[in-house]
């Protein structure tokens, strides 16, 4: 029950927020940003390259996790992949603030790490990293779609 509860309450704050980045996105005065982004040469090919070795070390951290019988490790795992993935992006797509995200994501894998160190059950690891990830996440892409 008090999982439910905490679920629920998880999907009203997310679809609040959801609400408000549109309000604020199509509010009267609502302008795209002046902030000119400067990409650099191929950085297309760039973004690829970063988002098919991050693919590869998911997968890597999924198998190694699962093959020397720390199942436990995934969820810490592919948020420092994730994390890291973010700061190679920060330049090629020129949004200084996917460096935060970087940050932020690094450390809610040692967190999840920590949590793991100390006996915490699979199950709690995964609730704090998969719900610390993804605010994280939502709140990278919430600043970028709204920031002036």
Known sequence: MASSTAALAVEIAAGTLTVAA???????GAAPSPRMVSLPDNW??????????EVVAIFAVIAVSNASGHPSFIPAGIALV?????????????QWQYKGAAVLLTVVAVVGFGLI????????VRAVVGLAA???????????????
Not at 117 to 124: C, H, K, P
């Open 22 to 28: 549109i309000v604020l996105a199509y509010r009267k």
């Open 44 to 53: 297309a090919r760039g973004v690829g390259i970063v988002n098919v070795i």
């Open 82 to 94: 994730v994390g890291l993935h973010f700061f190679p992006l920060a330049g090629l797509y020129d």
């Open 117 to 124: 160190a100390v006996g915490l059950s699979s199950e709690t």
């Open 134 to 148: 993804a605010v994280v996440l939502w709140a990278s892409a919430y600043h970028v779609a709204v920031k002036d």
